[in-house]
């Protein structure tokens, strides 16, 4: 409700990103440019509740946090919606951890707020969970469970 503008949109055509110098450059870019400009903290210190998705707009944010601005700013540079997918993912501790995916016609890349390196998502070292339909931002698709081995982030819904 606090950002309903990005719920209702229509469904979108599929597409992944061409990934020119530029692009990399400029998702390489942002990924650090956010991961600098925004303090790590829990949604309990930021909020005063257990969890909450938001935009990092006082300057501190937990994971998802990061991501949401991440992908805000790449929509805001012109790279399509469809190609930015909010992640979940488990982390080399077992823990949930939230990325923000780029398909691009090169493979699916990582931004994530524990590394600049933007990876490729075999080389992130996570297991997959779920991730944002293409088609449908509001469409989650299950890629695998908390403890399921690594998986791949192109799962078709």
Not at 128 to 144: E, S, Y
Request: charged residues 25%; aromatic residues 8%.
């Amino acid at each position: 409700m606090r950002h309903s503008e990005e719920c209702n949109v229509p469904d979108s055509p599929i597409v992944s990103i061409s990934l020119t110098t530029e692009r990399w450059k400029l998702i390489q870019d942002i990924n650090t440019g956010v991961n600098a400009s925004i303090h790590e903290a829990s949604d309990q210190d930021v909020y005063s509740v257990p969890e909450r998705w938001e935009y990092p707009t006082s300057g501190a944010g937990d994971c998802e946090d990061f991501a949401l601005e991440k992908r805000k700013q790449l929509i805001n540079a012109g790279l399509p919606r469809q190609a930015l997918l909010m992640t979940v993912v488990t982390d080399e501790n077992g823990f949930g951890h939230a990325i923000l995916t780029v398909r691009t016609s090169n493979g699916d890349f990582e931004l994530d707020n524990r590394t600049d390196r933007v990876l490729a998502w075999e080389a992130t070292g996570y297991g997959f969970v779920k991730q944002q339909a293409q088609d449908n931002p509001n469409h989650w698709v299950r890629l695998g469970g908390p403890t399921a081995p690594l998986m791949t982030a192109t799962a078709q819904k």
